[in-house]
T-cell receptor, first 113, second 114 residues
């Protein structure tokens, strides 16, 4: 079945450091790919998405490019802030008309001032 | 617009009891999905409803059930609770079905089974 593998961390960075969180996927079709973020005590928020190969999703300084050849969707940010501290989830949707998301295990990011 | 609301936010139940969780989607949203989040298994899909019909179901035992009402509000029920059912239960709503529609998540219901 479909699956998502992401580096589990935790990841600890200093403010203004560069961030990469790796995500790879296995899917039978051509999935849409997502990054969600979960702040403490809250639900998930969509951070960015890409629906086809070579698409780049971006939001709030975060970027991820859909790489079909390496089945990857790595999350990057050039300069992290303390407010970026959260848990990040990579996810895919491979069922056309369905809402079902398959999530990775999540990566906890802590940014220190 | 108000976001997705889930009630109650916290719940403590005893093994063997049953529980009903409620989700009110964003106004105008017709699709509701449920997920279970645990430290060990992460986020797992439970079910998905659209226009009062269950469209998809995850790999959970029959003790987990749900429904959607004509106003798109949804409930999920867990019968004969087990310790392993302790989790954060998240509800998400969207305008339609499929990856083209963004899913908006509620804050979750934290269920503790003792």
């Amino acid at each position: 079945g479909d699956s998502v593998t992401q580096m589990e961390g935790p990841v600890t960075l200093s403010e203004e450091a560069f961030l990469t969180i790796n995500c790879t996927y296995t899917a039978t079709g051509y999935p849409s790919l997502f990054w969600y973020v979960q702040y403490p005590g809250e639900g998930l928020q969509l951070l960015l998405k890409a629906t086809k190969a070579d698409d780049k999703g971006s939001n709030k300084g975060f970027e991820a490019t859909y790489r079909k050849e390496t089945t990857s969707f790595h999350l990057e940010k050039g300069s992290v802030q303390v407010s970026d501290s959260a848990v990040y989830f990579c996810a895919l949707n491979d069922q056309g008309g369905s809402e079902k998301l398959v999530f990775g295990k999540g990566t906890k990011l802590t940014v220190n001032p | 617009k108000a976001g997705v609301t889930q009630t109650p936010r916290y719940l403590i139940k005893t093994r063997g009891q049953q529980v009903t969780l409620s989700c009110s989607p964003i106004s105008g949203h017709r699709s509701v999905s449920w997920y279970q989040q645990t430290p060990g298994q992460g986020l797992q899909f439970l079910f998905e409803y659209f226009s009062e019909t269950q469209r998809n179901k995850g790999n959970f035992p029959g003790r987990f059930s749900g429904r959607q009402f004509s106003n798109s509000r949804s409930e999920m029920n867990v019968s004969t609770l087990e310790l392993g059912d302790s989790a954060l239960y998240l509800c998400a709503s969207s305008e339609g079905q499929g990856a083209a529609y963004e899913q908006y998540f509620g804050p979750g219901t934290r269920l503790t089974v003792t």
